[in-house]
């Protein structure tokens, strides 16, 4: 099948994860997405992970999870002849995407306005911390750094542990993922008007909109966030509760899943109660709540109680393990992982793109690339001699 982005070109020169997502997403859809790396170790990427063999191959497990689909060359582009095989990449590419400190691109003069006058259809996105202009701009950032600076930390956890961090680098990936947005969105615009554009991506920026519910409290009804743990400030009952074996998230968003939740477990009789007939005072008095549903809760199993609850359309579900929610069959029956086999390691899971297109279909196809597996290939189609290249090599500009 035809996929959306046949015949787009991406000169993704991104390391470790938030461009190196946004640039998955294109590769999934299809488009030609090639690394330019540099010669003494490419993307960062590849040298983390758990499995120190792996690493040492430049295959780390970091590496592997955001790079399917892609295509890898080496350029030192502090050399300017790299910088010269560069522009003339540029030439014939849609898209540019990098996530350096800003004003890097422009020191190497490889910044959007000297790449536009090449290429006036360019799309160029820079990913950075804390975007290009501002007090903060030059400031370096990893993901933990956003997370604190963005008051997501700050929101997490309960009176016994906090701040606290997500799990996983949701800073850098929905700084990906925004990217992704974004760059669709030029494309689209060029479509209809030729034009290409700069696009300033932050990852600061990206996490805020995230917080919505919480911020629009705040900014729009002076509420300050309560650090609830595992309850859900919306609503209640809606959080986690303990079982006879585990726990089981309830959310009880609405009136009616509240009194399902009462006939369930046979407490008809706080419906009347006057600390949680109404919503509102519910969530005032979820404290008070939580110990009398626990009370009938542990009388059964999880997976009792969420086949009750979901029976009645009261949302519910055990709390799994990392491992068991990647083996779930709901998991395995949306195809969210394709196998693929990589040289020097052998069959590996990745995942796939989780939007599913009923015409043009994206998926991962192809194991991340080697570091250079592609440099002879690409460079010889601009017109590069295997005899330059061996030169090249020898002068360390690939």
């Known amino acids: 099948m035809k996929k959306i982005l046949d015949g787009i070109r991406v000169l993704d020169l991104t390391n470790v994860l938030s461009g190196p997502f946004a640039t998955l997403h294109l590769a999934w859809l299809g488009a030609e997405v090639i690394k330019v790396e540099n010669p003494k170790g490419g993307d960062l990427a590849r040298k983390l992970g758990c499995v120190p063999e792996y690493n040492q ?42 996530n350096f400190r800003p004003g890097v691109m ?5 910044g959007y306005d000297a790449l536009a006058e090449i290429n006036p259809g360019l799309v160029y996105c ?27 930390m700050s929101i997490n956890g309960d009176e016994s542990l906090n701040p606290l961090r997500a799990g ?41 909109p995230m917080m919505g519910w919480v911020a629009a409290n705040l900014m729009i009804g002076g509420q300050q966030p309560s650090l609830l743990g595992n309850e859900n400030f919306t609503a209640a009952p809606s959080g986690t509760f303990k079982t006879a074996d585990g726990y089981i998230n309830i959310a009880a968003n609405k009136h009616e899943q509240w ?29 008070e709540l939580k110990p009398l549903i626990e009370e009938k809760l542990q009388e059964n199993s999880t997976e009792f109680w969420a086949k009750q609850f979901n029976a009645k359309g009261v949302p519910s579900g055990a709390i799994l393990s990392l491992e068991d929610a990647l083996n779930a069959a709901q998991i395995q029956h949306r195809n969210t992982f394709e196998k693929v086999k990589l040289e020097g390691v052998g069959e590996i899971p990745l995942f796939n793109m989780t939007a599913k297109f009923t015409k043009t279909p994206g998926k991962t196809e192809t194991a991340p ?30």
Not at 73 to 90: D, G, Q, S, Y
Not at 262 to 277: G, H, S, V
């Open 57 to 98: 191959k430049l295959l780390g497990t970091s590496f592997l999870a955001q790079n399917a689909n892609k295509k890898s060359i080496t350029l030192n582009l502090k050399e300017p002849k790299a910088k010269e095989i560069f522009r003339e990449l540029v030439k014939n590419a849609d898209i540019l995407v990098e």
């Open 168 to 208: 996983f680098p949701i800073c850098d990936t929905i700084g990906g993922l925004n990217a992704a947005f974004a760059i669709m969105s030029a494309l689209f615009h060029k479509q209809r008007s030729g034009e290409g554009q700069f696009i300033d991506v932050a990852l600061l920026d990206s996490i805020m």
């Open 259 to 287: 009194v399902s939740v009462t006939e369930i477990l046979a407490i008809e009789e706080l419906q009347e109660d006057p600390r949680f007939k109404e919503r509102d005072t519910r969530k005032v008095n979820r404290f």
């Open 126 to 152: 820079a990913i950075s911390g804390f975007g290009q202009t501002g007090p903060d701009a030059k400031k370096p950032a990893y993901d933990q750094i956003i997370q604190g600076l963005s008051g997501e």
């Open 369 to 398: 690339p080697i570091l250079s597996a592609n440099t002879v290939e690409i460079l010889g189609e601009i017109g590069y001699s295997k005899e330059e290249l061996d030169e090249f090599k020898n002068n360390g500009i690939i």
């Open 106 to 110: 422009n020191r190497l003069e490889l």
